[in-house]
């Protein structure tokens, strides 16, 4: 299944049970938010600015083989094929659920390159093509490196998130709080501070609230629908994208693990994000959905 920013809460049900999630959340994000003068500092730390002819084609090979080994993650069709070799149908649904993911490698690179980086991008344009497209590099291997952190060398992935790594410890990515949701960024910005404080009370409250709320799950996919066409039709796709990417990493800055991640965690608080972010073009019963377990765990 192809990533898409209209699709980015199933971006961030991957995102959740990834080793360094969190980390490819904040290529992303520093993807969405970059001015020219950012995605310049990008391009400025691009590996091969410097190389002769010769150690640029060694830096592509290193590159070509290092997204061949990143397909090694586990994926929804490999994990459900692995489950089914043994008959154990509960396994097979533990593996799709907290092993596999729905995306790949390559579908996180053309995201970040088409959508993230693509035509609607508003500083894109500002920037000379050769110094986006470097841009453009440092993020993807950045990106790939993190996606793939549990199956690649420790060494192959440090190389890939070297240059990305260097520029982000000196320009770290803006906070929820400053996306342009009018008032409801200030609520958004309050849920993402009340998820990153949750303890071990916090976290149960959530999972009660999830199992209650589990026959929602068809009016739960609609109202979430929704809330998606409603950001496309309004022009505000990417912000919506950025908010489920803060989401993220508020989940995994709260505590929230892989099993979360899969059990319904994840999607209920993807759905109080969107709540949130579309809530003055939803109606009522959409909204009732989406931010029910925000009800069950006041």
Request: a neutral charge; glycine letters at 8%.
């Given at each position: 299944m192809p990533?898409?920013?209209?699709?980015?809460?199933?971006?961030?049900?991957?995102?959740?049970?990834?080793?360094?999630?969190?980390?490819?959340?904040?290529?992303?994000?520093?993807?969405?938010?970059?001015?020219?003068?950012?995605?310049?500092?990008?391009?400025?730390?691009?590996?091969?600015?410097?190389?002769?002819?010769?150690?640029?084609?060694?830096?592509?090979?290193?590159?070509?083989?290092?997204?061949?080994?990143?397909?090694?993650?586990?994926?929804?069709?490999?994990?459900?094929?692995?489950?089914?070799?043994?008959?154990?149908?509960?396994?097979?649904?533990?593996?799709?659920?907290?092993?596999?993911?729905?995306?790949?490698?390559?579908?996180?690179?053309?995201l970040l390159r088409d959508d993230v980086l693509g035509a609607e991008h508003p500083a894109g344009a500002l920037l000379d093509p050769d110094l986006l497209a470097e841009a453009a590099d440092v993020l993807a291997d950045a990106a790939i490196g993190y996606w793939a952190a549990g199956v690649l060398p420790p060494l192959v992935r440090r190389e890939l998130t070297a240059s990305f790594d260097r520029v982000a410890d000196t320009a770290p990515v803006g906070g929820p709080?400053?996306?342009?949701?009018?008032?409801?960024?200030?609520?958004?910005?309050?849920?993402?501070?009340?998820?990153?404080?949750?303890?071990?009370?916090?976290?149960?409250?959530?999972?009660?609230?999830?199992?209650?709320?589990?026959?929602?799950?068809?009016?739960?996919?609609?109202?979430?629908h929704e809330a998606s066409w409603a950001a496309h039709v309004s022009g505000r796709t990417r912000v919506l994208a950025t908010a489920q990417l803060h989401a993220v990493q508020a989940f995994l800055d709260g505590g929230f693990d892989r099993h979360d991640g899969a059990a319904g965690v994840w999607n209920a608080v993807a759905g109080c994000v969107q709540g949130i972010a579309m809530g003055d073009l939803l109606d009522e019963g959409a909204m009732t959905v989406l931010r029910a377990p925000l009800t069950r765990t006041a």
């Open positions: 990533y898409t920013l209209v699709s980015a809460a199933t971006l961030g049900f991957d995102l959740a049970r990834l080793p360094a999630g969190r980390a490819v959340a904040g290529v992303l994000l520093t993807g969405l938010q970059a001015d020219d003068a950012a995605l310049a500092r990008l391009a400025a730390a691009h590996p091969a600015r410097g190389l002769e002819r010769d150690q640029r084609l060694v830096l592509a090979v290193r590159s070509r083989r290092a997204r061949e080994m990143a397909v090694a993650v586990p994926h929804v069709r490999t994990a459900a094929a692995g489950a089914r070799a043994t008959g154990d149908r509960a396994a097979m649904l533990v593996q799709q659920l907290e092993q596999g993911t729905i995306g790949d490698a390559p579908t996180l690179e053309r709080e400053t996306l342009d949701l009018g008032a409801a960024g200030l609520e958004l910005a309050a849920f993402l501070d009340g998820l990153r404080e949750l303890d071990d009370a916090g976290r149960a409250c959530w999972r009660a609230a999830v199992d209650e709320g589990r026959a929602e799950r068809r009016p739960w996919a609609t109202a979430m």
